[in-house]
């Protein structure tokens, strides 16, 4: 740690140093990147373009959900990929006031690498050519945790559903799960403005092989799940 008790230098100088110091500690060492997509490095990709969010400001990436489950698994995805360590803390929810965990990293190099699969804001994510060339086995797990964040059980109506507004980015999913042999249909007009997009997972067939093939990380929604089938 840098000390500036003794320094005798100019006010300009100092500045100079302090920033200095901030950038060596958003620049620390990452671990060596797989060439090939993995499980866990598709998993936070889904999960940045669900509950996630990645910012330039201080190289900043952030994942803020209630499920304590998923705030673990982040944080392990990103020690195993990236080899650094999590931040925690709260902000306060929009619409209750009530505070919302969320864990944080800052880094240069890790935030860099995965711009390479961006973009991912709401409205224009997109499923990247990384995953879409992946394995099968790869492309379950992003989905797992696409389905994770932004996907839900109805169990008075035996469907499942996921949300968006990117119409496009939700047309590539609905691709994605295709592969897999499950048929499902966008439907308009969800949320409040009437602006959200649902992909509809409905019919025994489609919800066993759902199950099956692709299904929930998250326990309580993987029962909700297995309620209906």
Not at 105 to 127: E, F, I, T
Request: aromatic residues 10%; glycine residues 6%; proline residues 3%.
């Amino acid at each position: 740690m840098i000390t500036f008790t003794h320094l005798s230098l100019p006010k300009s100088r100092l500045k100079d140093k302090v920033r200095s110091s901030l950038i060596f500690m958003r620049e620390l060492e990452i671990k060596k990147q797989n060439l090939k997509m993995t499980s866990a490095k598709a998993r936070i990709i889904a999960r940045l373009m669900g509950d996630g969010s990645i910012y330039p400001s201080k190289y900043t990436i952030k994942y803020e959900v209630k499920d304590l489950e998923s705030l673990s698994n982040f944080s392990i995805d990103i020690k195993n990929v990236y080899g650094l360590d999590i931040k925690h803390g709260y902000n306060p929810s929009g619409f209750t006031g009530k505070p919302i965990p969320f864990v944080r990293v800052r880094s240069k190099k890790a935030y860099y690498d995965l711009m390479r699969y961006g973009p991912y804001d709401s409205h224009n994510w997109r499923a990247p050519d990384a995953i879409l060339n992946a394995s099968d086995d790869i492309k379950k797990e992003f989905l797992k945790a696409l389905f994770d964040d932004e996907g839900t059980v109805h169990t008075s109506k035996r469907i499942v559903k996921l949300y968006s507004v990117n119409l496009s980015g939700l047309m590539q999913i609905q691709s994605l799960v295709q592969e897999f042999g499950i048929r499902s249909r966008i439907y308009a007009g969800y949320g409040c403005k009437r602006n959200v997009y649902g992909l509809v997972i409905v019919g025994m067939e489609n919800l066993m092989k759902f199950a099956n093939e692709i299904g929930f990380g998250l326990m309580r929604k993987m029962d909700k799940l297995l309620e209906i089938l």
